[in-house]
């Protein structure tokens, strides 16, 4: 039986395909332009049928097309978040939303990197064995937040009130045993709020 998708779900997809055929083929795009897009021409994985082509019209410009494309590009497509709440007139506002996550994501790194040491600071690590290690911020080393756009996760996001959740990973060493830990950055009207270590990990 063939996979019935809805409009709002196959934009992304089509986002990606049909601006992608427009760059290949030098299109260029001025302010206001607004490309067609023709939903479900996609082959179904599991039997080869055509799902329906519905056109919708996506507004797209110089100024927002790499966004796009990047954005689809360091995310594997999974970018379903963005269509949350959208009816399916309103697909044209995906361009803001993903300048919006970017910013997003931005500042939970640049948070995350200013605050990370204190935030571990007198945690406590209990190996396998039972033996323990307390974290100084004075002698952790090699700290790096993994901050490519794939690896900053966004958790849950309300695109109407700009509050979002979103997670990162640390990469740091202490005695030279390596670690990675997890973190939950809150946001509250487009502002960090919140803080949290999640998980310390050997690594």
Same mark, same amino acid.
């Given at each position: 039986?063939?996979?019935? =998708?809805?409009?709002?779900?196959?934009?992304?997809?089509?986002?990606?395909?049909?601006?992608?055929?427009?760059?290949?083929?030098?299109?260029? =795009?001025?302010?206001?332009?607004? %490309?067609?897009?023709?939903?479900?021409?996609?082959? +179904?994985?599991?039997? #080869?049928?055509?799902?329906?082509?519905?056109? !919708?019209?996506?507004? !797209?410009? +110089?100024?927002?097309?790499?966004?796009?494309?990047?954005?689809?590009?360091?995310?594997?497509?999974?970018?379903?978040?963005?269509?949350?709440?959208? *009816? *399916?007139?309103? %697909?044209?506002?995906?361009?803001?939303?993903?300048?919006?996550? $970017?910013?997003?994501?931005?500042?939970?790194?640049?948070?995350?990197? &200013?605050? %990370?040491?204190?935030?571990?600071?007198?945690?406590?690590?209990? /190996?396998?064995? $039972?033996? #323990?290690?307390? /974290? *100084?911020?004075?002698?952790?080393?090699?700290?790096?937040?993994?901050?490519?756009?794939?690896?900053?996760?966004?958790? &849950?996001?309300?695109?109407? *009130?700009?509050?979002?959740?979103?997670?990162?990973? !640390?990469? /740091?060493?202490?005695?030279?045993?390596?670690?990675?830990?997890?973190? &939950?950055?809150?946001?509250?009207?487009?502002?960090?709020?919140?803080?949290?270590?999640?998980?310390?990990?050997?690594?």
């Amino acid at each position: 039986m063939v996979k019935q =998708f809805s409009k709002k779900a196959m934009a992304i997809v089509a986002i990606g395909s049909v601006l992608l055929g427009a760059i290949g083929g030098g299109l260029g =795009f001025d302010d206001s332009d607004q %490309v067609s897009l023709l939903q479900g021409q996609l082959l +179904n994985a599991q039997n #080869t049928s055509i799902v329906e082509q519905v056109p !919708v019209e996506v507004l !797209v410009d +110089n100024g927002n097309l790499d966004l796009v494309l990047d954005h689809l590009y360091d995310n594997d497509g999974k970018v379903n978040y963005l269509l949350d709440d959208l *009816d *399916d007139d309103e %697909v044209d506002q995906i361009a803001d939303r993903i300048a919006f996550i $970017n910013e997003i994501k931005a500042l939970a790194v640049s948070h995350l990197k &200013s605050e %990370v040491a204190d935030e571990l600071n007198k945690e406590v690590y209990t /190996f396998a064995d $039972n033996s #323990t290690i307390k /974290f *100084d911020d004075d002698d952790l080393e090699r700290i790096r937040v993994q901050d490519d756009d794939d690896e900053v996760v966004i958790d &849950s996001v309300d695109f109407e *009130d700009s509050d979002a959740d979103v997670l990162a990973t !640390v990469y /740091f060493e202490q005695d030279d045993v390596k670690f990675e830990a997890d973190f &939950s950055i809150e946001f509250k009207d487009g502002e960090v709020d919140d803080l949290d270590l999640l998980e310390i990990r050997e690594r």
